[in-house]
């Protein structure tokens, strides 16, 4: 693909943001008003993980720059792999 890579400025954006989510999901799990609501806890820290994840595969790891063919198998190992923990979660519960 020919388009243009990112520049310094954008990397040091996106490491802010990922700080900033890191410093939430630390908020959210060690504040003892958050940690007891279960149901405000475990969506806010699996959004914010995904968030993490796209934004350090899609920039850091360069995948939006690769074939896109590439990405799909990359794509669909990661969502087969959370498939198989979601089921383990439900049956294990």
């Not at 939430?24 to 993490?52: C, D, T």
Request: net charge positive.
């Amino acid at each position: 693909m020919s388009e243009k890579h990112a520049t310094v400025k954008l990397y040091w954006i996106i490491c802010v943001v990922l700080c900033l989510i890191t410093a939430a999901e630390w908020a959210v799990f060690q504040l003892e008003h958050l940690r007891g609501n279960a149901m405000f806890m475990i969506p806010a820290l699996v959004i914010m993980s995904i968030v993490k994840f796209i934004l350090v595969c899609g920039w850091y790891m360069h995948l939006r720059y690769d074939h896109p063919m590439l990405i799909k198998y990359y794509l669909s190992a990661i969502f087969l792999s959370g498939a198989t923990v979601f089921a383990l979660g439900v049956l294990l519960s």
